[in-house]
């Protein structure tokens, strides 16, 4: 009992050595606000759901694309597709409250559901009526699920590494190759990592989520860092590692609109069987994969990725759709 009761207090001793050795104090959110804001850079105010910060680019006399990011993300992540993309399409690309420079909201809320919710909003208040909806990871996790419960909004679907439904256990089988992941789903980590330094870590989940692509380098690091450590952001996303997703058994036959999956072979996030699983059950999906390629196509590998997308929308006959409620 001496040896059980000694180890425990060392134990204890340890964690709270470790803890005060690795505190770091959040940045102020002006300071990130200043480092990552663009001349592109808007907000929309939504109350209780938060300030969105998004970005309005492009040829608006064309199609609208909506890209939305990845869990721990921000929407800088679409600038390459951006670029190539703003001379014939509208691009709409935001933060997602939780993440970038919207971060914390004041409703806690930070599902599926409520982040469906802000795209609603934001694109009323735009008067885009119809539009192709874009997301990479958690994001396509959104889009997949927007598309669901409302196609008659959208033009196309872009699931880009997406986020799977629940019922596939995505976690038995991705993510654990990135040690934040795997401990924010420890709810003991998630008491203290509000005030942990993320550093070492994020460096440890960019080059697993990039497949230690060349284009890894400190700018993209600190800009990962950076915006988990405005202040708020870390509070933001243990609340929303702790939810439970236990709603789904999805009918993704359900899905009728022209839907476009892209990924990368080397995806140690989302494997690439995962793709497979979603060209099965969304009818008439296309498809366009990358060899040695990660998570992140859209950075990783820009100007293929970009001009597949580009076909893909070529393809589509836009003016004559068939109706969401009559499946062509």
Known sequence: MKVLKFLGVFLAFVLITAFFLLYEADIPKDVIDARYLSPASQYLDLGDSGRIHYRDEGNRRNNTIVLLHGSNASLHTWEPWVARLSADYRVISLDLPGHGLTGEVPADQYNHDSYIAVIESLTSHLGVDSFILAGNSMGGGVAWRFALSHSERLDGLILIDSGSPAAWNIEEDSGNDVLAFSLLRRPWFRTIAERLDPYYMTVQGVKVAYNNAA???????????????????????MIRFAQEFTDEKPDLSQINVPTLIMWGKADRLMPFKHAGRFKELIPFAKTAYYDNVGHMPMEETPEQSANDLIRFLQSLDLDNLPDPEQPG
């Not at 284009?215 to 996303?237: Q, S």
């Open 215 to 237: 284009m890894i380098n400190d700018d993209l690091i600190m800009r990962y860092y950076d915006l988990n450590m405005r202040a708020g952001t870390r509070r933001a996303t």
